[in-house]
């Protein structure tokens, strides 16, 4: 049996309300253990990350990284250098990769697998009660084991003056443009103004200014991780402009014709001392902001945190309930997708618990609660160099007190460094608890980074002991071998001690 589009009844186990991926991964779980299952979207099953964040951003940034790898390996290096990526032909794989926009596949996905889906806007409006509307008309359903709330997250817009007047690019924007302006300015320092940074110039903005109030980039990561990011910026040709807060916006003709189309006329920034600078569009990246409002959680009594997000508890279930869930960006624990869908597996294994009346079992490592989002939620950002980090970081571990011993070195002498890269910059460095003699935290900084995050995850999470790491040998000549020097490092750090 096969699930139903706008189906006419009121009732299932489950309603979900949100088709992100947390959403479809926990309808896909219950619909799993037997249980009956309504997702509520009201734009496309997918979400952000399917059509206007993850997957369009990496479709854009692979053929520059790409590139970048050509132009630092000889032989290749004569068929692209002074060549820009076809900027085109990137934007149409881009396409191709987010579906046109059309939801079709994942709708198919749910439907084969006896979800029913329900086009409109879902909200709260009572215990296990949730209203629809939908082309000015609503509905109410109800669910007999669990409402799971999982709405989202969308782009904040500081109160600087004259910047929302002026329609200023956002996150949705940039990932989905359809030309490229010859000047930006992005306003931001954090994961998204480096990601769109590494695009932006690599598929053709001559002009590009990062402007930030903070010190340096990528400031909640290693100190170590922002300068090299920014000594790469600034080698291609992008201004970097720490420490500089943006004091206004202005556009005189304001003309906002949709997502990634120019927004109007000339752009004029002004920043710390009265500097203007001028350019076609100005992104905005300054974080992301809670869809928690109008979702009917007073109807319940939920009410949120100062930022807008709703606690939960290990069970990603809201305090005094056991049967709202709220999953991904809404409950503040892990703004990432792949830590969506981590919350999504619990809730999933949770509620089939519930209905069938099991217990939780609290035992170490059990599939019902929550052990990474603490500690142990891995990260990528996919700027060129890539950065790759999970745990804690040096300072964050010293706020907590905890007695920690570092390592850090560069890849220089790596052999799978060398020839990954005939110049390959990277940096890596590993924070251990030395009272329990496990890794608390790693962070890497290089082109293709991203693949030695999960050994790093595992470490983390599995709460690996450190002699064991020793044994775990890195296949040669690859650019995992920092491990080993790493370690080695570590083992003479501590003789010398």
């Known amino acids: 049996m096969a699930g139903s589009i706008n189906p006419a009844r009121s009732e299932w186990d489950v309603i979900v309300v949100?088709?992100?991926?947390?959403?479809?991964?926990?309808?896909?779980?219950?619909?799993?253990?037997?249980?009956?299952?309504?997702?509520?979207?009201?734009?496309?099953?997918?979400?952000?990350?399917?059509?206007?964040?993850?997957?369009p951003s990496k479709a854009l940034l692979l053929p520059v990284q790409t590139r970048n790898l050509a132009i630092d390996t000889p032989g290749m290096r004569q068929l692209v250098n002074g060549r820009r990526v076809d900027a085109a032909a990137v934007l149409a794989r881009r396409d191709e990769i987010t579906f046109n926009h059309d939801d079709k596949v994942p709708v198919d996905l749910m439907l084969r697998n006896d979800v029913d889906v329900i086009r409109g806007r879902g909200r709260l409006a009572g215990p296990r009660t949730v209203e629809v509307s939908d082309d000015g008309r609503t509905r109410e359903i109800t669910a007999r084991r669990a409402v799971v709330l999982s709405p989202g997250t969308d782009a904040a817009v500081p109160p600087i003056p004259g910047l929302a007047e002026a329609k200023p690019w956002r996150s949705r924007d940039v990932t989905n443009m359809h030309e490229v302006p010859r000047r930006v300015v992005v306003i931001g320092g954090g994961v998204v103004a480096c990601e769109a940074a590494t695009w932006l110039r690599g598929l053709g903005v001559e002009e590009l200014t990062l402007v930030f109030p903070g010190e340096r980039l990528l400031g909640m990561k290693e100190p170590f991780v922002g300068e090299l990011v920014l000594a790469t910026f600034e080698a291609d040709g992008i201004t970097v402009r720490t420490g500089t807060p943006v004091d206004g916006v202005s556009r005189e003709r304001v003309d906002d014709r949709g997502i990634g189309r120019r927004h109007g006329g000339e752009v004029t920034v002004t920043v710390g001392g009265g500097e203007q600078i001028v350019a076609d569009e100005v992104l905005v990246a300054t974080g992301r902001v809670p869809n928690s409002r109008d979702i009917g959680l007073e109807t319940v009594g939920v009410e949120t945190t100062d930022r807008g997000f709703v606690e939960v508890d290990d069970h990603m279930t809201v305090p005094g309930t056991d049967w709202l869930y709220v999953l991904g960006d809404l409950n503040g624990r892990a703004l990432l997708t792949h830590m969506g869908k981590y919350h999504a597996r619990i809730a999933g294994e949770v509620i089939a618990a519930r209905a069938a009346g099991q217990p939780l079992d609290e035992r170490p490592y059990n599939a019902y609660t929550d052990h990474a989002d603490r500690d142990g939620a891995p990260q990528v950002i996919f700027c060129d160099p890539e950065v790759a980090s999970v745990g804690l970081t040096e300072a964050e571990a010293l706020d907590r007190e905890l007695p920690v011993e570092v390592v850090e070195r560069d890849?220089?002498?790596?052999?799978?460094?060398?020839?990954?890269?005939?110049?390959?910059?990277?940096?890596?460095?590993?924070?251990?608890?030395?009272?329990?003699?496990?890794?608390?935290?790693?962070?890497?900084?290089?082109?293709?980074?991203s693949e030695l995050l999960h050994a790093a995850t595992v470490a983390v999470t599995g709460k690996v002991p450190v002699p064991a790491l020793r044994h775990a040998v890195a296949s040669f000549p690859t650019i995992s071998e920092i491990w080993l020097y790493l370690l080695e490092q570590l083992r003479q750090q501590r003789a010398a001690a």
């Open 411 to 449: 890849f220089a002498g790596i052999d799978g460094a060398r020839l990954a890269r005939e110049h390959y910059v990277g940096r890596a460095k590993l924070v251990v608890d030395n009272v329990n003699d496990r890794l608390v935290g790693a962070t890497f900084v290089g082109p293709g980074v």
């Open 18 to 55: 949100g088709g992100a991926p947390p959403g479809e991964t926990i309808s896909l779980y219950s619909s799993e253990a037997g249980l009956s299952v309504a997702l509520v979207e009201q734009d496309r099953v997918g979400g952000e990350c399917l059509f206007w964040a993850c997957m």
